[in-house]
Nanobody
Framework: QVQLVESGGGLVQAGGSLRLSCEAS????????MGWFRQAPGKEREFVAY????????SYADSVKGRFTISRDNTKNTGYLQMNSPKPEDTAVYYC?????????????????WGRGTQVTVSS
């Protein structure tokens, strides 16, 4: 079992910055790939970013590429999502998730454990 707790969400102005954190406990965090997803009201949960267990492999959704940065610190059992220049359309509940097995990292159903989410609201 892995428990995930997101933090760092809140209200931010468009063009500002915000850093989300995802603290893991339980099984060895460094064994899992980690992803960030988001879900806006009335919309499906969508992939935002992924970082491999080692931190070497990284991928982003086109909508956030160049603005968001995913990272992890396995010594602290924590993952991060740095959100720079957010836009109002980035408003959503952001979830971190980890996966032990393979399959497409952009698919939510390929993740084994999820946090409860943190709300991010971007004002224009």
């Amino acid at each position: 079992q892995v428990q995930l707790v997101e933090s760092g969400g809140g209200l931010v102005q468009a063009g500002g910055s915000l850093r989300l954190s995802c603290e893991a406990s339980g099984r060895t965090f460094s064994s899992y790939g980690m992803g960030w997803f988001r879900q806006a009201p009335g919309k499906e949960r969508e992939f935002v970013a992924y970082v491999s267990a080692s931190g070497v492999g990284i991928s982003y959704a086109d909508s956030v590429k160049g603005r968001f940065t995913i990272s992890r610190d396995n010594t602290k059992n924590t993952g991060y999502l740095q959100m720079n220049s957010p836009k109002p359309e980035d408003t959503a509940v952001y979830y971190c998730a980890v996966r032990y097995s393979g399959g497409g990292y952009f698919r939510a159903d390929n993740y084994d454990y999820w946090g409860r989410g943190t709300q991010v609201t971007v004002s224009s």
